[in-house]
């Protein structure tokens, strides 16, 4: 039973290459929200290079959360479109080592510049780390859409990850299907849910996530589909104090 919290890596690219100070500022300041959020939620997931914009590595910044002291399960996205077969494996040996607790294998998005696809697929990378025995010591997910064709994504279970995360959702409706389906076959389902703020609605609206379907109600659609399924990731890119307030509030609802 896992309540998450998605945070983005500091970047190092902005207009220019940011200087070391500048990435140590940025990376304190994480490092402060998350120590700050830790008593409210059971894991942090991080983020590898969002929109294709040279971060942190999402390893590092989890290594720097453990030597902080914190205990809670700590994953992480590993994008395959910009790395080969050897980058992924070191990778992956580095999360193992660090104390990293699992790993999302996604595309991830185009960047702006240089090479824009390895032609990797996440469903065979994560098969072919099970393959190698990495699983006894890392689990391992692959994403899915929150609405998906299950015909389409036939590779995706055949790799046999630990479990999926979805993307943004907007109804139970949505969760409810997925857990139907994948459950029964021994999946995790982890449904991610955008909290509704106006400083996150320009990231709603790349996703096209429609906040009013939920807005009004979040806490108990959060509820709903965490009783679904035992995880919930909490995202909310632009908006800590939000993401901070509804954590706080769920928390409390669950002792009741």
């Not at 969002?50 to 994953?75: E, F, W, Y």
């Amino acid at each position: 039973m896992t309540v998450r919290y998605e945070i983005n890596p500091p970047r190092v690219i902005q207009d220019r290459v940011l200087s070391h100070k500048e990435v140590q500022i940025s990376l304190k300041k994480i490092q402060k929200r998350i120590k700050s959020i830790s008593s409210l939620c059971d894991g942090i997931h991080l983020t590898d290079s969002v929109l294709g914009i040279p971060r942190i590595s999402p390893i590092t910044t989890g290594a720097l959360l453990r030597t902080d002291g914190i205990k809670l399960d700590i994953t992480a996205s590993l994008r395959v479109r910009d790395r080969n077969i050897t980058a992924l494996t070191q990778s992956v040996y580095d999360a193992i080592l660090l104390g990293l607790d699992g790993l999302l294998i996604l595309k991830g998005d185009e960047p702006p510049s240089g090479p824009k696809d390895s032609k990797l697929v996440p469903s065979e990378i994560v098969r072919h780390f099970q393959d190698l025995g990495f699983d006894k010591n890392l689990d391992f997910f692959l994403s899915i859409s929150a609405s998906p064709d299950f015909a389409k994504i036939q590779k995706k279970i055949d790799a046999e990850p630990t479990g999926f995360v979805t993307q943004v959702i907007q109804s139970p409706e949505q969760v409810f299907r997925l857990v139907d389906y994948l459950k029964p076959q021994g999946f995790k389902v982890i449904p991610c849910v955008m909290i509704p703020s106006e400083k996150n609605a320009k990231s709603a609206s790349m996703v096209k996530v429609d906040f009013a379907k939920y807005q009004d109600h979040t806490i108990d659609f959060i509820k709903e589909i965490y009783k679904s399924t035992g995880e919930v990731l909490i995202t909310s890119p632009n908006d800590f104090k939000s993401a901070q307030k509804t954590l706080a509030k769920f928390k409390e609802l669950k002792r009741k």
